[in-house]
Structure formats: structure tokens, C-alpha cells
């Protein structure tokens, strides 16, 4: 069975399975999935440093207020996601964000809200580099009539929203996972829910950073290239396109962050723009 033959039609986007968090949201009045968005949030926070030992399970039970079943629970969760490690007679430590399954969606999610958002976007910005372009071009060879339909409606959408910031944003997400949906792979558009998650956090920000250069009629623009790409299946006219898109759109984040009433860019925004000019 080739992966084309996998159906695209069968669950919308929004059932993605590699979106674990309405499984987190269904499960959220058990008391270990309550102390594992704790702790998982403590842990990326820092609160529970790399390398040291968690204190012991009277002190967590007590903090908590959980009983040693839940608790052990969430230790078990946390474990499958490398962010901890018990050892006999030692007790149980966090370990290196290194050993963390980055992409496992509650620990994007706990970055997403703990980590500052310049720190989130400016790591996540090469991993959408690797993977966007690069499903841009696969969409070009293998998108069907219906799914140009559906990256044509909601670029159109985008274009007619106006002031209508909801719908602009909503249009915008749905532009990007129509494309991994047209990829026809399976592998590709389970990133979809990571996707999601990193847009729907850093996407205000982007289209203050754009509203405030003014450059909204250009990155409308760019999406219409990539749609046109997509259109007349040019794989490496989407992929380049993409590219563009994609570097620009950490400027736009970047300078909905940091701009000042002046205008002008704090020196650390500055600094990550030069440094990724120089890597692009």
C-alpha cells in the first residue's frame, strides 16, 4: 500500500492523532493527569532543575494533596516521556531537557506556556524550516483538485478577513495544515498537532510583528505564491516559496514581540535576526 493510498478524507485535521491533548482535556478531573500538567509545567519551568532529585513522595503528597497512586501515575507518564528517571536508593531526578520527547504534544505544550515565546520560536524555527518546504513540495505533486480547493478557500479567507482577526488567524492555521494533509503521508501530517500548537500560540504575535511594518498586502501575497506553486505543481517553486514564508514569519513573530513604541528592535531580537539571516 503506498501512503497515497492512505485516506486524507477519513478524519479531519482536528482529530489528528498525534494531538494528545483532548485525550489530557477528556481525562482532566483525574487527579495524576492534574498533577502531571503540574509538574510537567514545573519541571520546563525549572522549578524542578535538571540533574537534582525530586523530593521525596511524603513532601509530593502533601504539596499535591494526591493520593500515592495518582502520584506514581504521573511519575510513570512523565518517565515515558524522558523527562524523569528513578534509580534504587537514589530516588527519582529529572533529567536533561536532551532526554525529553520533544514533540510529545503535552511537553511542546508545557514549553509553549512556560518558556519565554522568543526562546519557543526561535528553536522551533529550523524544525518548520525542515518540514514545511519540504511538504510545500510534495502537496505540488501529489495534491488532488479537492485539496487545491480547500488551500484556495482558505487563503481566500485570509485575504477577506479584514479586520476580522479571529477569522485571519483561523484562515492563516488552515493554510499550513491543508498543505500537510496534500502530502498525502501519513508521517508528515501527524505533525500537524504540533503545527497547530505552535501556530495557535505564535501566530497573534506574528501578525502584530507584520500590522506593525505594514507588511500585511506582502505576506498575503506570499501565501498566494506558495497556493500558485501548489497550483500549477511546481515542487521546487514550493518549496522555495515556503522557505521564504516560513523565515519571514519568524521575523514577523519576532518583531510582534519586541518592537517598541519607537519602532526600533530590542538588541536581542536584533542579535537572533542577524544570526538567522547568516543561517539562511
Request: with cysteine; aromatic share 4%; glycine share 4%.
Amino acid at each position: 500500500m503506498a501512503f497515497r493510498d492512505f485516506s486524507d478524507d477519513a478524519a479531519p485535521i482536528q482529530s489528528n492523532p498525534a494531538d494528545g491533548h483532548r485525550a489530557s482535556t477528556r481525562l482532566a478531573n483525574r487527579a495524576d493527569i492534574k498533577v502531571l500538567q503540574l509538574l510537567g509545567r514545573e519541571i520546563v519551568s525549572g522549578i524542578y532543575p535538571a540533574d537534582e532529585r525530586l523530593p521525596d513522595e511524603a513532601s509530593m503528597l502533601a504539596r499535591y494533596r494526591i493520593t500515592r497512586t495518582a502520584l506514581r501515575e504521573a511519575y510513570a507518564q512523565l518517565t515515558a516521556k524522558g523527562m524523569i528517571v528513578a534509580r534504587p536508593k537514589v530516588g527519582t531526578s529529572v533529567t536533561p531537557p536532551a532526554s525529553w520527547n520533544m514533540l510529545d504534544a503535552d511537553v511542546l505544550r508545557w514549553h509553549l506556556e512556560t518558556r519565554p515565546l522568543e526562546e519557543i520560536v526561535t528553536s522551533l524555527h529550523p524544525l518548520r524550516r525542515m518540514i514545511e518546504p519540504g511538504a510545500a513540495a510534495l502537496a505540488a505533486q501529489l495534491r488532488t483538485q479537492e485539496q487545491l480547493d480547500r488551500l484556495e478557500r482558505a487563503y481566500q479567507l485570509m485575504k477577506s478577513a479584514g479586520q476580522d482577526r479571529d477569522a485571519l488567524l483561523s484562515a492563516d492555521l488552515s493554510f499550513h495544515l491543508e498543505i500537510l494533509v496534500a502530502t498525502h503521508n501519513p508521517f508528515i501530517r501527524a505533525f500537524s498537532g504540533q503545527l497547530r500548537a505552535i501556530m495557535q500560540k505564535t501566530l497573534p504575535s506574528g501578525w502584530d510583528g507584520v500590522e506593525s511594518a505594514a507588511l500585511k498586502p506582502a505576506r498575503l501575497l506570499q501565501h498566494l505564491d506558495v497556493l500558485e506553486a501548489i497550483r500549477v505543481q511546481n515542487a521546487d517553486m514550493a518549496r522555495m516559496r515556503m522557505e521564504i514564508l516560513i523565515d519571514d514569519s519568524l521575523k514577523d513573530v519576532l518583531l510582534g514581540l519586541e518592537t517598541g513604541a519607537d519602532g526600533a528592535l530590542s538588541e536581542g531580537v536584533a542579535r537572533i535576526l542577524a544570526a538567522n539571516a547568516a543561517c539562511t
